[in-house]
Structures are given as C-alpha cells and as structure tokens.
C-alpha cells in the first residue's frame, strides 16, 4: 500500500484560490492512476479529478464537470507529488478532499490519503 498525505486545505474567500498537494511513498508513483475526490458535510463522497499514469506522454486527465474549467490536476513524479489547482472557487467546493491511487483494482480498492479541509466563504 502506498501513504498518501495530503495538505494545502484551509479558508479561503468566493473566487479565491488553493492548491492542493499529495505526497507519496511506498509505490512507483509515476505507474499508478492518481485522482482527487471530496466529501461535503452530509454527502458522499464524489469524484473530482483523475490523471493517467504516463512515461512518456502528457498524461489524460479527466475532470468533474462541476469543477471543469476552474480545477486543474497534475503530477510531478520526479517529486512523487499529486497537485490540484483550485481556482475561481465557490461555498460548494466546501469539503474534505482526498487523494487516492488506483493500483490496478479501481480507486476504491487503492489507496487512499486522510484528507484535507477546503472551506470556502461566502
């Protein structure tokens, strides 16, 4: 199993920015899917970005549509690091949000970091 950690949660105002980090250890980070979820108070869990492992290539990368166009997810496996951008945010990006690895068996099964709180004010 891999430890994921995650950080760069906080307060932040309509509009405003965050950027999320994952840091990773105990796998080949760069041959693993990585992807970001959150959970809202009194919802569940959903998906929020993925990006494909890739060698060679600018890896696909795939997007909520609630978040498409204002988040942006990336990989610096040199630093075995998964980052998310959070721009243009909004009260209902509120949550924890989590990094997880898919390690061959889908998210679910992977996995998965404690989570980080985004708090966004209106």
């Known amino acids: 199993q891999a430890q994921l950690v995650e950080s760069g949660g906080g307060l932040v105002q309509t509009g405003g920015s965050l950027r999320l980090s994952c840091a990773a250890s105990?796998?080949?980070?760069?041959?693993?899917?990585m992807g970001w979820f959150r959970r809202a108070p009194g919802k569940e869990r959903e998906f929020v970005a993925a990006?494909?492992?890739?060698?060679?290539?600018?890896?696909?990368?795939y997007y909520a549509d609630s978040v498409k166009g204002r988040f942006t997810i990336s990989r610096d496996n040199a630093r075995n690091t998964l980052y998310l951008q959070m721009n243009s945010l909004k009260p209902e990006d509120t949550a924890v949000y989590y990094c997880?690895?898919?390690?061959?068996?889908?998210?679910?099964?992977?996995?998965w970091g404690q989570g980080t709180q985004v708090t966004v004010s209106s």
């Open positions: 990006i494909r492992w890739s060698s060679y290539t600018t890896p696909s990368t």
């Open positions: 105990g796998r080949t980070f760069s041959s693993y899917h």
């Open positions: 997880a690895q898919d390690q061959g068996a889908g998210f679910d099964s992977g996995s």
